[in-house]
């Protein structure tokens, strides 16, 4: 699980500090019988943060990457049962083994007919901006409100975290903008792709969900 710096650190680090002065501050000396005390009580006082401040933001962060990892699996779910009305193949019986990328690739990948895949079928029916893209643009927005919900209730400290779902914001705005019949809809297909195949066109494949990566990061 991911925490955060400053949810866990600073009460690491005081609560040791407390711990080191009470050790050392064991002589019958006024003074150091007044810095045993001072301790004491940041001793106690961290162990008060911990409870009611440290504990309760962890548990509230685990909650929203919880959401955020339900609505994800349910969004790439409803996206594959487009996939496959739009592909013709409704045949395929179990539909959670292609949320595995081998094999969401390698079903995808077959030939529907003589001079196109499954997948080319599913990126006609976007290009058509029926009611298979309609539904795309539906899933994609209540995917972005949920990462938006979780962005306005925690406080997201790793930049590479924050940078991450404002460009997925921007990705699905765009992808709200698509027009049908233009070359906009590669840009669709191939976000959907790379999502459900796990391309990077940068890094080429990958081995983990990106996705998932940084909602367990936040």
């Known amino acids: 699980m ?3 710096r400053p949810t866990i650190v600073t009460p690491l680090v005081v609560f040791f500090t407390a711990i080191l002065g009470i050790y050392f501050a064991t002589s019958e000396e006024p003074t150091s019988k007044m810095v045993y005390s001072i301790f004491v009580s940041l001793l ?14 962890i548990q509230r962060r685990k909650r929203i990457r919880a959401g955020l990892k339900k609505q994800y ?15 013709d193949s409704q045949e395929y019986d179990n539909r959670e083994n292609l949320l595995d990328p081998g094999e969401f690739r390698r079903y995808f990948e077959i030939l529907a007919n003589d001079s196109q895949t499954r997948w080319d079928l599913v990126a006609t029916a976007i290009d058509e901006g029926d009611y298979i893209f309609e539904e795309l643009v539906n899933q994609f927005e209540f995917l972005i409100h949920e990462v938006n919900c979780a962005r306005s209730r925690v406080e997201i400290y790793d930049d590479d975290v924050e940078d991450f779902f404002s460009r997925m914001v921007q990705t699905v705005h765009r992808i709200k903008l698509t027009k049908p019949n233009t070359d906009d809809f590669k840009f669709v297909g191939r976000t959907l792709w790379a999502i459900f195949t796990r391309w990077d066109h940068t890094e080429g ?3 983990d969900d990106i996705i998932e990566t940084m909602i367990e990061r936040i």
């Open 205 to 207: 494949q990958r081995q």
């Open 44 to 57: 106690a006082s961290c162990v008060f943060y911990v409870g009611t401040v440290t504990i309760p933001e």
């Open 2 to 4: 991911h925490l955060n």
């Open 73 to 87: 699996h349910w969004f790439k779910k409803l996206c594959v049962d487009l996939f496959l009305i739009a592909s």
